[in-house]
């Protein structure tokens, strides 16, 4: 098979970790005799510092004509403290989003059983969750319009939704469903937000074409108390944008580290694969970065975009591998890992190519 790869590591660790997620992808390619060919591009915080701009021409021309984009983070602490900055990194994340036409982003809540303990939740409560959700990524509060008052002391956020980006959403959630355990949970504020009555609205016409799905509803504040005290009832969860983007990163923590989450943002063309956690600059640059997500973000590339779930299983079978052996880096160890297998950035990366040979 070949593949052209677009990679854009993007700002603070994301440089570190998206060298291992090429590093695995080139390994993959050499074991099952595949093509792929990469390109880089700039986004984010060094963008800006380099073009002035969040997401250059040069780089959206190359994710256009790219198969899929590996990429790392955005994102900058100068930034943070400075509401009044009209140009911001993560502006580059929401037009490539908008200019690929990518309204889905799938976050699978995988757990794997040497981190039981890793997590803030008891074992006994974790032990079996597997979820994947479906957070809209195109409409919203995100890109609704947005207002200040002449003296600054009011602001608005408009949270908009058309009726056609809740139902492709939602159709791509209920077909994972059928596949899956034929359950799908949708989470709204349908109490109190007209948005959300529209969403409530959608999904009810649509899950009358999909019989054999179970499908419940559920407000968003429910929702998050329910993922943590029994996040086994989750199968496949379907929600908006500000709501998936909150309850997801709240799900992190049943797999112990936002270093373990892999997300895919995906449309009908070039799909977008990274980890979800951000560009942490406080530890950037000391090898202390968690890579296993972005790998996992590679395994989802293969398998999503490229149908190479042999290859996919293989990613998550080697990281799987390097866990039982006891290896860590230090935002999933514990008081019971050995000292000595806690692992920077760089040799974790290398003992899952390790596993992979």
Known sequence: ?????????????GPEVTTWGKAVLEKIA????????YDKGLMGHVAIEATGEPLPEETLDKA??????????????????DPSARVRPEQGLLKIRKELGLYANLRPIMLFDELLDASSLKPEILKGTDI????????????????????RRTASDLMIYHRYEIERIALKAFEAARVRSKRLCSVDKANVLESSRLWREVVQDMAKEYPDVDTEHMFIDNAAMQLVKNPKKFDVVLTANLFGDILTDEASQIAG????????????????FEPIHGSAHDIAGQDKANPLASILSVALMLEISFGL???????????????????????????????AKILGTKAMGQKVLEFLS
């Open 309 to 339: 779930t042999d290859e996919a299983r293989k990613i998550t079978s080697a990281i799987d591998k390097t866990l039982k052996d006891g290896y860590r880096t230090g935002d999933i160890a514990d008081t019971k890992t050995d000292p």
């Open 30 to 37: 050499e074991q099952f005799g595949h093509q792929f060919t």
């Open 64 to 81: 256009k004509n790219s198969d899929a984009i590996l990429f790392g983070a955005v994102g900058h602490a100068k930034y943070d403290n």
């Open 257 to 272: 580290s936002m270093g373990m989450l892999a997300s895919a943002s995906i449309g009908d063309g070039t799909g977008f």
């Open 1 to 13: 098979m070949k593949k052209h790869i677009l990679v854009i590591p993007g700002d603070g660790i």
């Open 132 to 151: 994947l959700f479906f957070r809209e990524l195109t409409g919203d509060v995100y890109f609704g319009e947005k207002k200040r008052s002449e003296d």
